[in-house]
Nanobody
Framework: QVQLVESGGGLVQAGGSLRLSCSAS??????????WAWFRQAPGKVRDIVAA????????YYADSVKGRFTISRDNAKNTVYLQMNSLKPEDTAVYYC?????????????????WGQGTQVTVSS
């Protein structure tokens, strides 16, 4: 069984930065066979993809709303994925979830991901 644990959320003023981390554990977990993504869900809204990264970091995807502000990266040796969030806006306020899937390519829909973290709250004040 895979366990994903997010950290790094919190309260920040608009224009500030946060770095989210998501670490995976599990007896048979191997980051080299996984693609990762960050999703977010604001109250009353659906869960949307924020960013995704393929197995070796050679391919990434960003939602239009975060392009140029957020950066996804991964460290396979540590089974960890990161989301660096800069120039944060109040509309970035949401619960952020990391997810992983077995496969070498990026997925952009939540149903493509097998394992999920519990979520971490990000609140951006104006």
């Amino acid at each position: 069984q895979v366990q994903l644990v997010e950290s790094g959320g919190g309260l920040v003023q608009a224009g500030g930065s946060l770095r989210l981390s998501c670490s995976a554990s599990g007896r048979t977990f191997s980051g080299f066979t996984k693609s990762w993504a960050w999703f977010r869900q604001a109250p009353g809204k659906v869960r949307d993809i924020v960013a995704a990264i393929n197995w070796n970091g050679g391919n990434t995807y960003y939602a239009d709303s975060v392009k140029g502000r957020f950066t996804i990266s991964r460290d396979n040796a540590k089974n960890t994925v990161y989301l660096q969030m800069n120039s944060l806006k109040p509309e970035d306020t949401a619960v952020y979830y990391c997810a992983c899937r077995t496969g070498l390519n990026i997925g952009t829909y939540s149903h493509e991901y097998d394992d999920w973290g519990q979520g971490t709250q990000v609140t951006v004040s104006s």
